[in-house]
């Protein structure tokens, strides 16, 4: 069973930076759209981000635009988001997942991004 496995959460100042990772254990993940999710509390989970199996083509919900920036590194199994200029919206638990269509995988534990002064 494939497991997904993300870090680099934390506690971070409004208009700072985080970058989150996410393991994967899967020999497929190179064919894998992928994309990062997030749920803050009381709140249904949203898909935030997502990139292609080649990492050609990004897409971006509204709130993150021109903040967030995904990326892979299919030789390392492992998916990235880059967060800028964090807003106290951003709270949330942090996951990572197939996207674009696909079933998803197991969840993994997430990691807490809190911006907060």
């Known amino acids: 069973q494939v497991q997904l496995v993300e870090s680099g959460g934390g506690l971070v100042q409004p208009g700072g930076s985080l970058r989150l990772s996410c393991a994967s254990s899967g020999s497929l993940f190179r064919v894998y759209h992928m994309g990062w999710y997030r749920q803050a509390p009381g709140k249904q989970r949203e898909l935030v981000a997502t990139?292609?199996?080649?990492?050609?083509?990004?897409n971006y919900a509204d709130s993150v635009k021109g903040r967030f920036s995904i990326s892979r590194d299919n030789g390392k199994k492992t998916v990235y988001l880059q967060m800028n200029s964090l807003k106290p919206e951003d709270t949330a638990v942090y996951y990572c997942?197939?996207?674009?269509?696909?079933?998803?995988?197991?969840w993994g534990q997430g990691t807490q991004v809190t911006v907060s002064s």
């Open positions: 990139i292609t199996s080649g990492g050609s083509t990004t």
């Open positions: 997942n197939r996207a674009l269509g696909s079933s998803t995988l197991s």
